[in-house]
């Protein structure tokens, strides 16, 4: 068992004392994003580079956009191109990161007038080149069709694209592979899984994506396969990384984890990454489970990054009042050093609507916070990153939790808790919450958020107390 006991609590408490006392948890005053005047940006996702600059992807009237920014105001927008035009040619379901060199990479899904998917990637160095960036589609996967599983993620001077290639052999749209490429050297590239390999087609629920301490991409997965075509399916959690693999690419550190009828397929997967206490990396991925149909569960499952080796697994311990009834919608988790912290939503049969709880250990005994303490609104949009405290006599890193809150009628609001002991309201607005998503990206001291509320995309990002007017707790 991987429990870390010490008194680090103790003395990040009497830190952050000192911190707080200097420093309040603020920021930037929330900015409504345009590429033009009026127009509505949607699916907007944010990556934060090293200098505090943060490279934000979104739709406009079906057209991918890119916005850069350091406080809201733009410094540099663009805005791609197709060949065609009409209802049935459209660029959607955005990602975006980037790298310590500043090159942000962007991949999204296309249609080109009909109903058939495509896999597109496009990397924007932070100065562009003569005559600028080529704004069209950048094919990921050739003209194999993708059924919309397309995800980017970067860390350090590598990043990778994971991406799924639809089973064409029948019409019901299930999975045939699951690829990634190393967007820094497009030549990298190999299977994720092969599902028609091992006679499977599979469908996604969820995947999540990192890249550990080494440069290596590890994903966690939970689908469905069938090695007939047709129902019933059978519910599977699995680990995959390109650690180690074939002369081809392909990925051969696989991990299957469980197959059965427990998985909780609506609550997604996370997957991050901890050293134990001889500073050994694991890679972990959290789900949600129910053995009582009445009862959800979140489990850990957790191996040595490089090898998968030390395979284990922990069934978060939550309350006795969880036991008889509870609901998890969402699952984060985030590894500091030795520490994995977690964060969900859920109620328990104490609970009149679901509240956000966060656990500093998420291997530990003790009970998860309520850190919303908000009974009118529902809550989603849950995420995790960290945060190193601006202040450099006390650098701790914080474990920054974000989500959104709605009364799915009239109200929005979107929140920041640092770790310890801030709340901070970030941004609230009477309008229809309908389409509200958020993401949010940090880089060292760097930390900032997006999200759509009133049809429109909103930023701010953590600012120094010298940069007024601010939000502050």
Request: charge should be negative.
């Amino acid at each position: 068992m991987l429990r870390k006991h010490c008194n680090r609590w103790l003395l990040i408490v009497v830190c952050v004392l000192l911190l707080s006392a200097c420093i309040p948890y603020s920021f930037s005053p929330p900015v409504e994003l345009h590429i033009n005047p009026g127009d509505e940006m949607l699916q907007a996702q944010v990556a934060m580079d090293t200098e505090g600059v943060s490279h934000i992807v979104g739709v406009v009237d079906d057209r991918i956009v890119y916005y850069r920014t350091r406080y809201g105001e733009p410094i540099i927008t663009a805005t791609f191109t197709m060949s065609g035009s009409g209802t049935d040619w459209k660029q959607y379901s955005p990602e975006i990161a980037v790298t310590d060199s500043r090159t942000a990479y962007l991949v999204w899904i296309e249609q080109r007038g009909g109903p058939e998917k495509f896999a597109c990637w496009r990397n924007l160095t932070y100065i562009p080149p003569i005559g600028g960036w080529t704004r069209y589609c950048n094919p990921l996967d050739g003209n194999n069709q993708t059924t919309g599983n397309v995800r980017v993620v970067a860390r350090g001077d590598k990043a990778y694209a994971v991406y799924d290639r639809m089973y064409t052999g029948d019409s019901n749209g299930r999975i045939g592979e699951l690829m990634y490429k190393e967007l820094t050297h497009p030549s990298t590239t190999g299977h994720v899984w092969w599902y028609t390999d091992y006679f499977e087609t599979g469908f996604i629920y969820s995947l999540d994506l990192g890249i550990d301490s080494q440069g290596y991409l590890h994903v966690g997965l939970l689908d469905n396969y069938t090695n007939t075509g047709s129902p019933p399916f059978t519910e599977r959690l699995s680990l995959h990384s390109n650690a180690s693999v074939y002369a081809d690419g392909d990925m051969t550190q696989h991990w299957p984890i469980f197959t059965g009828t427990r998985l909780d397929e609506s609550i997604p997967v996370s997957l991050s990454f901890f050293n134990d206490s001889s500073d050994v990396e694991y890679v972990v991925l959290a789900d949600g489970e129910g053995s009582d149909p009445t009862s959800d569960e979140i489990w850990l499952d957790y191996c040595v990054a490089i090898g998968c080796t030390n395979k284990d697994a922990h069934q978060v311990d939550l309350p006795s009042s969880w036991d008889t009834y509870s609901v998890i919608t969402d699952v984060e988790i985030l590894g500091i050093g030795q520490n994995l912290h977690l964060s969900f939503i859920g109620l328990d049969n104490t609970t009149i609507k679901k509240q956000v709880y966060y656990m500093d250990d998420a291997f530990s005994s003790d009970p998860p916070i309520n850190i919303s303490h908000t009974e009118d609104t529902q809550k989603l949009t849950l995420e995790m990153t960290p945060v190193v405290g601006r202040d450099p006599d006390y650098p701790l890193i914080f474990p920054a939790t974000a989500w959104m809150e709605t009364d799915f009628a009239s109200k929005t609001d979107y929140f920041v808790f640092d770790g310890l002991f801030i709340k901070t309201h970030v941004f609230g607005k009477y309008c229809d919450p309908v389409f509200s998503t958020a993401d949010i990206s940090s880089n060292g001291i760097y930390f900032s958020g997006v999200w759509v509320a009133c049809y429109s995309t909103w930023f701010s990002t953590q600012a120094w107390t010298n940069q007024l007017p601010l939000i502050m707790k």
